[in-house]
């Protein structure tokens, strides 16, 4: 059974990418304005994306009931070719980790495509931008499920190409097309170092099967082990957008909003977060690695609550606060709480969505991004300022949402396994996650109108269709919490995580002194947001800020920005110097091929040579 | 030298390389499409020589000899083909040479 699933959850979604596609393309173009059926036809590409983004939902929910360690379903690569058998067989493996990543894909992939309903209607190149979610939904599925590093690899730089192709989808608009070329290059880097790792297990070992890779990960080399693990830590980094590759989240921020709710908020980013959880047992051993992945983790959080705090673009806000709380899984898992930190993932997915989701509804009614045109729309828009009242809480860590639970025990892990001052400095990072989730939503929904910004009673029917189910999920998922450690437990042979009940979890977070701390922390933030906000309030929380040298230096992202520039034009820079040996001059490219066959050959020679002697 | 080198198949072996060298050469320098399609057979020729001697070395001369007359009439379309490209490109462009004949440069 589930050896059908796993298929369905992939082919679904890239079966309506292809279904729009042909559908569009045997539309004639037709020159006439005729609104009747362009309406029609726009129709069709939103009804068709929702049936089949709902169809890979349905599929991955019933795989949660058919979930093992064991290889559900392998397809053998090249037949008898002795070169591509190589590659091995595309094998998948519907553990805990991976189910649960490809559910989170589909369910919240599936409700931004109903968001997207309202939220792209009467836009143009609805095809192209469907065909993109959907193609983007079934490639994270596949990269959860998949137990072949190299299939993993190949679904990863799947998902990399559309979130560039979806942040360059308004590609008229240089700024939108520059922050798409550079999360491609950021994410590049790091899939390199995924590339590497893989190849050293392949060398090594011979498979490019995970599981076998966990079981004898200590029979190979300390260097080798130690140069795939950071060669994961920097993939896991560039993709979960971690210090130093963070900047290109922020400028990812031009995609459309239901975009952004699901490739870089609830599924893409927590990639990098996935890969080091699945590969924890293999690299725990490795000197130094859960220092530095400590360090990524805890710099990160700090760094990114900070600039969230400067910002004032309401899409930037929570792009940071979403780099923020992936520092937390990423500390997490290098403290030792694989289960903490794919928690929060699952917490984080929910209310970032709902978080970004509710916010695409305030920029389609407002058209504007900037918090400080905004304020007092929550009279005009209450169950948008509702649901997003819920997400920012949930944010900020408040009992009883998801996010207080995973975040304490995220905090929990980090006093069992990890240094006191990484702790200290996470505390602190609550307690500004608290801050600026204040600053926002007061920004935003309180307040007084800052400018006269007239909300459009657009259509939102759809819009409220997704926000709703992500708030009482928001709401409710933490009750789960029980069923997902015995589900993890019970299927990854691997890690070392204990099968605990929702009642004995709900009683260690409340009992520890650790969560009471957190909790005055958070309160503190909650507190001087509060303050701030009411004594600024005649014009929001508005601080002056072109004159603080801090807030500059936060804008510029404590100087990665400078760093993440450099990286962009260098990559540039070597394209443009590659494209000189495109000389369309075919003498030249005949000496190519000529070079080529005498490099071939000589390697050859030079193989037959060694094996002779 | 060693005059025990001297076997036939070494001498159709040199053949064959310099056949190679002298085809490769041309289409290194030269930038004239009735040269260039010149120079192409010269290295089909260096390919038959060697489907012959190599049906000879393995023993079964027949299927060497037969695979180098099938070669010899693909090669014959090849430059016709070419030729008549390459009277096309002159009444159009009024020029043989290729490299101004090239419009999609970067």
Known sequence: ?613 | MNPEWFTPQNVILAGIIGLMAVGLYGLLITRNLIKIVMVLQIMVKAAVLALVLAGQASGRAGTGQSLAATVIVADTMVAVVGLALAIQIRRRFNTVDVSEVSTLKG
């Open chain 1, 1 to 613: 059974m589930p050896g059908i699933l796993i298929p369905l959850v992939i082919l679904f979604p890239w079966l309506g990418a292809l279904a729009i596609f042909v559908a569009a393309s045997f539309w004639p173009v037709d020159t006439v304005e005729d609104k009747a059926l362009s309406e029609r036809r726009a129709g069709w590409q939103h009804g068709l994306a929702v049936g089949f983004s709902l169809a890979g939902a349905a599929a991955a929910l019933a795989l949660l009931a058919f979930s093992s360690s064991d290889i559900a379903l392998s397809i053998a690569v090249g037949g008898g070719n002795p070169v591509l058998s190589a590659i091995g067989a595309m094998t998948f493996v519907p553990d805990g980790l991976g189910v649960f990543l490809a559910v989170v894909a589909s369910v919240i992939g599936s409700l931004c495509v109903i968001f997207s309903v309202d939220y792209m209607h009467g836009e143009g190149h609805l095809s192209r931008y469907y065909a993109l979610v959907l193609i983007f939904i079934g490639a994270m599925s596949g990269l959860a499920l998949s137990s072949s590093l190299l299939f993993l690899f190949f679904f990863w730089e799947i998902t990399a190409l559309t979130s560039y192709a979806l942040i360059s989808f308004n590609n008229d608009d240089p700024k939108a097309v520059a922050g798409g070329i550079k999360a491609l290059i950021m994410t590049q880097l790091g899939g390199v170092g995924l590339l590497i790792g893989a190849l050293v297990v392949y060398a090594n070992l011979g498979t490019f099967q995970i599981n076998e890779f966990l079981a004898r990960a200590s029979s190979l080399p300390a260097g080798l082990l130690s140069l795939m693990a950071f060669g994961f830590l920097a993939a896991a980094a560039a993709k979960s957008a971690q210090v130093p590759f963070q900047t290109w989240l922020p400028d990812a921020m031009e995609a459309p909003t239901p975009v952004s709710a699901l490739i870089h908020a609830a599924t893409m980013v927590n990639a990098g977060v996935y890969l080091l959880a699945r590969f924890y047992p293999a690299f725990e051993a490795v000197p130094g690695w859960k220092d530095a992945v400590v360090i990524v983790g805890v710099l990160t959080a700090l760094l990114a609550a900070l600039m969230a705090l400067a910002a004032d673009d309401l899409k930037r806000v929570l792009a940071y606060s979403t780099v923020s709380q992936l520092g937390y899984m990423v500390y997490a898992v290098g403290v030792g709480g694989v289960f903490a930190s794919q928690f929060h993932l699952f917490s984080h997915a929910i209310f970032k969505a709902l978080l970004f989701l509710a916010a695409g509804a305030v920029i389609h009614a407002v058209g504007t991004r900037d918090m400080r045109k905004m304020g007092d729309l929550g009279r005009q828009m209450p169950l948008v300022r509702n649901v997003f009242v819920i997400g920012a809480l949930a944010l900020a860590g408040l009992p009883i949402l998801n996010g207080f639970w995973s975040k304490e025990l995220v905090l929990e892990a980090g006093l069992t396994g990890g240094p006191a001052w990484a702790l200290l400095a996470m505390l602190v990072g609550a307690g500004l996650t608290a801050l600026y989730t204040v600053r926002m939503v007061w920004m935003v929904f309180y307040g007084h109108a800052r400018s006269s910004l007239h909300v459009h009673a657009g259509r939102s029917a759809f819009m409220n269709t997704a926000l709703v189910p992500l708030a009482v999920a928001a709401l409710l998922s933490w009750l789960l919490a029980g069923t997902f450690a015995s589900f993890l437990h019970a299927s990854l042979p691997y890690h070392d995580i204990h099968d605990v009940s929702l009642l004995e979890l709900v009683k260690e977070i409340v009992t520890a002194p650790l969560t009471w701390v957190a909790m005055v922390v958070v309160a503190i933030g909650l507190g001087v947001g509060a303050w701030s906000a009411r004594r600024a309030s005649g014009a929001g929380i508005e601080l002056k800020r072109s004159e603080n040298v801090f807030v500059n230096w936060a804008r510029a992202s404590f100087g990665f920005e400078w760093l993440n520039r450099q990286v962009v034009s260098l990559a540039k820079l070597v394209g443009r110097g590659l494209a000189h040996t495109q000389t369309g001059v075919l003498n030249w490219n005949v000496m190519g091929i000529v070079l080529g066959l005498v490099l071939v050959m000589g390697l050859l020679a030079a193989s037959v040579w060694g094996q002779t002697f």
